[in-house]
């Protein structure tokens, strides 16, 4: 954040945009960014903020600063045209929102999450401050509608363990409580790539009166329970799994039954997108022997290594060093 000024500018995104968001979006991943599937209710938010940045009067990139909790700040949707190669637009976006959030009083949390390899990401960040919060593994099965048909499911499932979706919240806060599912995660709740801080109300609010929990009962209380949510950002078939647990494999199992059901039932829709692999199970875990074995019974594998997925947190003071210098170091 020293030396020349950096020549990216920094605005609002507005409509017009899109066209040239989507063109970088698709140079990204090889085309699987979630970028398109976000880019209007982004454009929508009013609390956060969707930055473009423009180089030479050209949009060249974009940042999104989000709010998770009216005090809970997340930064995600960094992007620079790989064609570019003046270096310095992730600083220039930093800049923009830290001005922004300096000298608030009440923020609570500036997180982001990144993958282990994302060198660009990790240095830049680091270099403005951020430390490392909590290292976790983004586990996931990723099929072909024929791959999905061939995924072997319990005939138990709507017979002697019957899921069904539990709407009690004491009955399901104190599972998971007594689960620790997430203690073991830093407190946090990791959907995808976006992770929220812990509360009951969140947990209540955010899946349990949505109807996103779904479990197997007892005699004495849930036999096991799994949080999951449908990805909206890409075609119906992709789903995010926040938590998962069971008192034994064959519970466990049937809970993962439950979410390939699910997914098969959308696979009988026409095929869209024209990704190889539309079906998806995204579970991001700490380390817990449990939850990777059942990951690896049913599929759920790391993409290059375990460990890969990191949160990333500003320390508060160094948004108040910000507003009284002007700069993040
Ligand atoms: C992330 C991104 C916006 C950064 O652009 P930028 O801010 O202009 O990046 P810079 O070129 O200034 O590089 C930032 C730092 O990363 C380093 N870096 C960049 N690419 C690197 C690589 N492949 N390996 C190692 N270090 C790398 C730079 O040397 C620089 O380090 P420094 O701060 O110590 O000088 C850009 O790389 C991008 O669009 N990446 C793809 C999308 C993405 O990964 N977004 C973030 C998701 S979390």
Redesign the pocket.
């Known amino acids: 954040m020293s030396g020349e000024p950096a020549p990216f500018k920094v605005r609002p995104m507005t409509p017009a945009d899109k066209p040239a968001v989507l063109a970088i979006a698709a140079q ?1 991943w090889e085309g699987s960014d979630y970028l398109p599937g976000v880019f209007d209710e982004w454009l929508a938010d009013r609390n956060g903020e969707f930055a473009a940045v423009d180089l030479d009067g050209a949009l060249v ?1 974009c940042g999104k600063l989000t709010f998770l909790t009216p005090t809970d700040a997340w930064l995600e949707g ?3 045209d ?1 064609g570019v190669r ?6 220039a976006v930093a800049a923009h929102f830290f001005s922004r959030l300096a000298g608030r009083g009440d923020l609570t949390s500036l997180r ?4 282990v390899n ?4 990790i ?2 960040n680091e ?1 403005l401050g951020f430390r490392r919060r909590t290292v976790l593994s983004s586990k996931a099965w990723e099929g072909s509608r024929a791959e999905l048909e061939a995924v072997r499911t319990r005939s138990s499932v709507g017979a002697r363990s019957r899921v069904e979706t539990l709407r009690d919240e004491t009955v399901v806060l104190d599972y998971l409580d007594r689960a620790g599912c997430f203690p073991a995660s830093g407190s946090l709740v990791v959907e995808g790539w976006r992770t929220w801080p812990f509360s009951r109300e969140l947990v209540a609010a955010r899946y349990i009166r949505t109807g996103r929990c779904r479990g197997i009962m007892g005699p004495r209380g849930p036999r096991g329970l799994a949080i999951w949510v449908p990805d909206t950002r890409f075609p119906p078939g992709r789903v995010k799994l926040v938590c998962l647990d069971a008192e034994d494999e064959e519970i466990a199992d049937c809970l993962f039954d439950d979410i390939f059901l699910s997914l098969r039932a959308v696979a009988t829709a026409p095929p869209t997108g024209a990704a190889a692999k539309p079906f998806e199970i995204q579970w991001v875990i700490p380390d817990v022997e449990r939850w990777k074995r059942w990951c690896a019974a049913r599929g759920l594998r790391s993409d290059e290594q375990e460990d890969d997925y990191f949160v990333y947190e500003l320390p508060l003071a160094e948004l108040d060093r910000w507003a009284r210098e002007g700069r993040a170091t």
């Open positions: 990204m990139g960094l992007r620079k790989p003046r270096k310095g637009l992730g600083a982001f999450s990144t993958y994302n060198l660009a990401s240095s830049l270099r």
